[in-house]
């Protein structure tokens, strides 16, 4: 089956074409200049992005992955993907071991089915002191036998591990998780520079949501963003909500790492798409407010109520980044982080036609994934 999308405004790689492009099974076959061939699905002149990519994601619509009930994942799937997100990890938080390999277990069936990319471990073994909305009765020592454990579970499917480099045995479990095909993410960690650069030797090429739980940037003592936004083989994960952080810090975050280095991603909880309320996150209670959340205990901001078209709207309008700017860290280099970006992640002759249609003022006006309409453009 053919389909032409006409007088759209593709962002490319390259650029923003004014024309058209033609999928053909679920990938694009012709990206052109000018007037489609033949009749098309006009857009009217709208923007076409690639679908966004999100690498950390704990739920929404009042679902949460950690609890592992399906129904809710494929819930909290379509919401986000209703809001563009074509491809997402499900990140558990810290739990008992029992409690992840249940919801890992669970969630695995959901990859086999292609409704999550993958399952992300952040947690069980992160820092005390920068712990955030974590229960702080279940963190744990890095432990080589229970992570095999849990990639077991996993199917194949586990794809990240936040992990804080400084703890005992940190650099071995980064090592197995590498040699697994984990992605060793850095996060939730006290550790000073020296200590991760030793985490970033040992094989962690992310950071779990950068200036989020670690120490902030001090000139005596730079810690690990100054290590982790510098190191060339490191990607930035922000979460662009304009709560987590200022939008200068995104800039600046921006300007070190490029696009080439720089995640997206929405730390989304049960909440986003539903409301103020309390929620639980793991064994957590959250209450948000105005789109808020906070740890009830303590007031820890635990996760977001962000969606990848808000973070992306917020990459232009907030931090000042082109479209093209901004569909390169939603999408291109998370799917890069996946080892996706041969398949999706960008808008390119022989990719996955994974695209989300956007209005004049950004917001999202339709959503295919593999050329198949989730939401139709009117
Ligand atoms: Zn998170």
């Known amino acids: 089956m053919s389909i032409t999308l006409s007088e759209a405004r593709v962002v490319a790689p390259d650029g923003i074409h004014e024309g058209w492009l033609t999928i053909e099974d679920g990938r694009i076959t012709h990206i052109g200049r000018g007037a489609a061939p033949g009749n098309g699905h006009s857009l009217s002149g709208m923007h076409v992005v690639p679908g966004f990519v999100d690498i950390h994601n704990h739920g929404g619509a009042g679902a949460s992955f950690p609890s592992g009930d399906p129904e809710g994942a494929r819930r909290a799937a379509a919401f986000h993907a209703g809001h563009g997100t074509t491809t997402m990890l499900a990140s558990l938080v810290t739990a008992s071991p029992g409690d992840l390999v249940s919801a890992t277990s669970a969630l695995a069936d959901l990859c086999a089915d292609g409704v999550l990319a993958g399952i992300h471990f952040e947690g069980p073994y992160i820092s005390a002191e920068r712990c955030g909305a974590h229960d702080p009765a279940q963190l744990r020592a890095p432990d080589r036998e229970e992570l095999s454990g849990l990639l077991k579970a996993g199917r194949g499917h586990v794809r990240m591990l936040t992990i804080a480099p400084e703890l005992p045995d940190a650099l071995d479990v980064i090592r197995d998780a590498a040699a697994e095909g984990v992605i060793a993410a850095l996060g939730h960690s006290d550790a000073t520079f020296d200590q991760t650069i030793a985490g970033i030797e040992a094989g962690g090429t992310v950071a779990t949501h950068l200036f989020n739980a670690m120490p902030p940037l001090h000139h005596r003592d730079p810690g690990p963003i100054a290590a982790l936004l510098q190191d060339e083989r490191v990607t930035v994960e922000l979460i662009n909500d304009g709560v987590h952080m200022h939008p200068a810090m995104a800039r600046l975050a921006y300007e070190v790492a490029g696009a080439g280095r720089t995640a997206l991603i929405t730390d989304a909880m049960a909440a986003t798409g ?59 280099t998370p799917a890069r982080v996946l080892g996706l970006a041969a398949r999706l992640g960008s808008i390119s002759v022989g990719k996955d036609a994974d695209l989300v249609v956007l209005s004049d003022d950004l917001e999202v006006t339709g959503v295919m994934k593999r050329g198949e309409w989730l939401t139709e453009p009117r």
């Open 274 to 332: 539903v409301g103020d309320g309390t929620y639980v996150l793991g064994t957590m209670r959250v209450r948000v407010e105005d789109g808020v959340a906070r740890l009830v205990e303590g007031g820890s901001i635990a996760g977001s109520t962000l969606t990848m078209d808000v973070a992306f709207r917020r990459a232009v309008r907030s931090v000042g980044l082109s479209l093209v700017e901004a569909a390169e860290i939603c999408s291109l």
